[in-house]
């Protein structure tokens, strides 16, 4: 573990700001989720991996609307439904 000697007060609220090196260390975005998990005494933060709501897979995952889908379900979904009027 890597101590970076940045010291934060928890707010009124239970809130926390994470510095800005430790988000662009960590590549954690604006509305990015993060996972609390405790570890003993420690509170550990990591940052959620978005996966298919089809098959699972975190590769190559985009977000549609609010669902994530990766890029051979959306291939498979294209091929099956190709010419195909889906909406009746």
Not at 15 to 44: A, Q, Y
């Amino acid at each position: 573990m890597t101590n970076t000697g940045i010291e934060r007060k928890v707010d009124e609220l239970g809130r926390i700001v994470l510095p800005i090196e430790v988000r662009k260390t960590l590549n954690i975005d604006e509305r990015d989720s993060l996972i609390i998990s405790i570890d003993g005494k420690k509170i550990v933060l990591e940052k959620s991996v978005q996966n298919c709501i089809i098959c699972s897979s975190n590769d190559g995952t985009i977000q549609f609307r609010d669902k994530i889908l990766c890029a051979s379900c959306i291939k498979e979904l294209h091929s099956q439904y190709n010419g195909k009027d889906i909406a009746s």
